[in-house]
């Protein structure tokens, strides 16, 4: 059958919360067609049939309906896909583009299923169609068959908000229907095993379905994502967990308070986790171009604001910079001195992105200013801007100086500093005018200009003159010396040229090949005389190891010279001389046997093994060693 544009002779009206792809398999049944192919060329024009989640092309099949049935492709996207769930959290330009996709009539190269990043949100993708038991019932009776609901294929969504059962996976894989219509009817449950949760996980799963089903209701009337984090962001810094700024966030609390909110099972089950150090409630935060895992924005709402309908229905008022009033009064000689008696702040204004205001006591007339914004309990101590003294201020102040008071208890009773005390006597008349203190005044100095430093030269050439040059002003000086009084051209040889540096530099001064032969003898002899001397000490054995010849044999940086391979035959002796652990052991119990029997002790197994320190599990293999030292030493 070829495709053409001619206007379907039926199209079924789509149920509540069908999905698209059920609207089909129930076009496909009704339609007689015995091939599956056969209904696909039929409403697309191609084989294989369209997306699940979001179905493109909606425009042709819209087309080929009679208008007066009121079946467009708006609708069909609006009441049969899953875009007005995604919609809250896509930002606009990308929004659009999907529904423009979804609308259109020719099909597009661009998928909108990955146009809207669901490949990339790390969410539990699910392998068959799923559905609940009881909507499957609901649906024949009351509307004679059985459908495929869109909520129940979104990911995370494990009950059903209508029946509170638990959803289940159907017989038909989500690969098959690409080419394949299956309808809801014919689907044969399966028989899985359905986990047990707390009563407490459940109604948190239920509550995450309700807001599901309440955004796949209102998202195509929601805006877009940018509107939606404005809303995050007020809620957040409502509750305390972003500064007012919106440059930091206290990622690590909201973190930890989610997580007891929900609770470990709950996340674990809804497979929600952090990447690395970033905990996900802040990825929600910052990745406001991508979409997650849904699900992540769904337990932010709910634990924000309570539910989903009451994130996007409901005022949440504005997070004021200074918590609420009223706030404390910080003038030390009032008598509501750190007590909340100032109900009004004026001005608050705002200087890049912090606020600043203007506290005034209405008992003392004290006036003070913070710059930055500071939670209620933080209000009550540190540096603060006077603006206004006030009355009682002022008074205390007239008093103690009149008194003829000391300075330094002025600043203490009233929290100023000694230039205050002299500035404000100068004014009302304590001090002659010459006390006055006086600022410095500002000198200008000119700033020095560096000149831009030359170009550093960058040939062969130039580099290989500067060292023969050197080396002719310090004929007998050493490499090192040489390397240490030019080293940025000693670097750049050794860099760029170093084969020419070693022909042209002075002779190393290491020792030489002729030099490390005396030493290898010399280390020979050391290292025989220490092996001698450790196996005829007197004592518990020692092990005869590397270690414990370069001890006694005084031979520094022993395991560096055989590693470089400067002594080849003290290597060569040693591979011979030194102990295995076997040999150790073996040779540890021959002398706990000896001194055990000179001493007139028993020679039991247990005995030896403890004079000789082995572990049991590594004495086992030696019992019949240990027999025939003592035979040997009874005869």
Not at 60 to 67: D, G, N
Not at 242 to 262: A, N, P, T
Not at 492 to 515: C, G, H, I, M, Q
């Amino acid at each position: 059958m070829s495709f053409d544009e001619s206007p379907l002779g039926f199209f079924p009206t789509p149920y509540p919360d069908e999905i698209f792809y059920s609207v089909l398999c129930r076009y496909h049944i009704r339609s007689g067609n015995p091939a599956f192919v056969s209904t696909a060329k039929t409403i697309w024009g191609k084989k294989i049939s369209s997306n699940l989640y979001l179905p493109q092309s909606l425009g042709k099949v819209a087309l080929r309906i009679p208008p007066e049935t009121g079946l467009t492709a708006e609708c069909f996207a609006a009441n049969n896909t899953i875009y007005p769930f995604l919609k809250p959290f896509l930002p606009e330009e990308r929004g659009l583009q999907v529904l423009e996709l979804l609308k259109s009539e020719a099909q597009s190269e661009i998928m909108a299923y990955q146009l809207c990043g669901l490949p990339r949100s790390k969410s539990p993708k699910w392998q068959y169609l799923r559905y609940c038991e009881d909507c499957w019932q609901e649906d024949i009776r009351l509307y004679s068959e059985p459908y495929w609901h869109r909520l129940h294929m979104l990911p995370g969504v494990l009950r059903c908000p209508v029946h509170g059962k638990p959803i289940k996976n159907s017989v038909v894989f989500q690969k098959d229907i690409s080419s394949k219509f299956h309808a809801a009817s014919f689907a044969v449950a399966s028989n899985e095993h359905m986990p047990s949760f707390c009563d407490g996980t459940t109604e948190k799963l239920m509550n995450v379905a309700g807001d599901a089903a309440w955004i796949m209701q209102n998202g195509y009337a929601l805006a877009f994502s940018e509107s939606t984090m404005e809303i995050y962001d007020q809620l957040l810094q409502v509750k305390g967990y972003r500064c007012l700024s919106g440059r930091r966030m206290k990622s690590q609390l909201l973190d930890k308070e989610i997580c007891e909110f929900y609770g470990q099972e709950l996340l674990e089950l809804l497979e929600v986790r952090s990447q690395g150090v970033v905990p996900w409630s802040e990825r929600v935060m910052h990745k406001r171009n991508s979409l997650l895992y849904p699900v992540y924005y769904l337990l932010l709402m709910r634990f924000l604001a309570g539910s989903a309908e009451d994130f996007f229905t409901k005022q949440h008022g504005v997070a004021h910079p200074y918590g609420t009033g009223p706030w404390p009064c910080r003038n030390p000689v009032c008598p509501y001195y750190l007590k909340d008696v100032i109900s009004e702040l004026s001005p608050l204004v705002q200087f890049a992105s912090r606020h600043q205001a203007t506290f005034t006591c209405p008992h003392c007339g004290f006036a003070y200013r913070r710059s930055r914004e500071r939670p209620k309990s933080k209000q009550y101590s540190g540096q603060i801007d006077t603006v206004d003294y006030g009355w009682l201020w002022l008074d205390t102040f007239k008093k103690m100086m009149k008194s003829g008071t000391p300075i330094m208890h002025i600043t203490e009773k009233l929290h100023c500093g000694f230039l205050t005390v002299k500035r404000l006597g100068v004014e009302l008349g304590f001090f002659p005018a010459d006390q006055l203190p006086k600022k410095k005044p500002y000198i200008y100095r000119e700033r020095k200009t560096v000149p831009e430093p030359a170009p550093k030269p960058t040939s062969k050439d130039y580099y290989r003159a500067q060292w023969l040059q050197v080396m002719k002003d310090n004929p007998d000086s050493s490499r090192s010396f040489l390397i240490k009084r030019y080293p940025e051209i000693y670097k750049w040889l050794r860099k760029n040229d170093v084969d020419w540096y070693e022909v042209n530099a002075p002779k190393s001064k290491r020792y030489t090949v002729f030099e490390w032969a005396d030493n290898d003898d010399d280390s020979l002899e050391k290292a025989r005389a220490a092996v001698a001397y450790l196996k005829s000490s007197p004592g518990r054995p020692v092990w005869i190891n590397r270690h414990s010849v370069e001890k006694y044999g005084g031979l520094n940086n022993l395991y560096k010279n055989l590693k470089n391979g400067y002594l080849p035959k003290t290597q060569a002796y040693l591979d011979e001389a030194l102990e295995t652990d076997m040999e150790w052991r073996k040779r540890k119990i021959q002398w706990a046997v000896k001194e055990l029997f000179d001493s007139g002790k028993n020679l039991l197994l247990p005995q030896i093994q403890i004079k000789a320190s082995i572990s049991h599990k590594l004495f086992i293999p030696l019992e019949g060693f240990t027999r025939d030292c003592i035979e040997q030493l009874q005869k």
